[in-house]
């Protein structure tokens, strides 16, 4: 995946995730390319920043970098506040299902918080009664919960919820 700063024609700044630069090319031609605040086909890409790890950062996570680069903070690339990400109507449509399944288990569902895992372990093996509920872990946290077969999903996170 490759994240592109794009301005259009009248100014306004926004980024967009493609497949790779091929894809970003192909949608440009077509027109599919759009300003999610004006709607013009008129879009370039903007002057942006590389995401790139330090060196002494990458030997620290024993010289496969993957982790120090997905942990790097996302570069603003303009003054202007971010933009709504741009999406395909069918985008736009799953989108909304994911918000529908995420307030539907938020409505039914006790938050435990921090307790997730703990409650989750409880319920597999029998010392607390099964109920619906979902709070916080950490990636290692759920990874221990699959590893002794309990089964968890995330939550989905959607692009607003970053705003």
């Known amino acids: 995946m490759i994240r592109y700063a794009l301005r259009c024609e009248c100014g ?3 980024d967009s995730w493609f497949a790779d630069s091929a894809a970003y090319d192909r949608q440009h031609e077509r027109g599919l390319v759009t300003c999610p605040v004006c709607d013009s086909a008129n879009v ?5 920043a590389p995401r790139l790890a ?3 950062r990458a030997r620290k996570a024993g010289g496969d970098n993957r982790d120090v680069i997905d942990n790097l903070p996302t570069v603003q690339t303009s003054a202007e506040p971010a933009a ?3 999406m395909a109507p069918h985008e736009r449509e799953i ?5 529908e399944l995420r307030e539907h288990v938020t409505k039914t569902a006790e938050d435990v918080g921090s307790r997730f895992p703990n409650e989750a372990r409880k319920m597999h093996y029998g010392d607390t009664e099964h109920r619906a509920i979902y709070g916080e872990a950490t990636k290692d946290e759920a990874r221990e919960l699959i590893e002794e077969g309990i089964e968890v ?5 959607l692009p607003d919820d970053r705003n």
Do not use: S
């Open 84 to 86: 709504p990400l741009m």
């Open 12 to 14: 306004h700044a926004f």
């Open 95 to 99: 989108v909304a299902k994911l918000r």
């Open 153 to 157: 999903l995330p939550l989905p996170v």
């Open 54 to 56: 330090k060196g002494d």
């Open 44 to 48: 370039e890409k903007a002057i942006m």
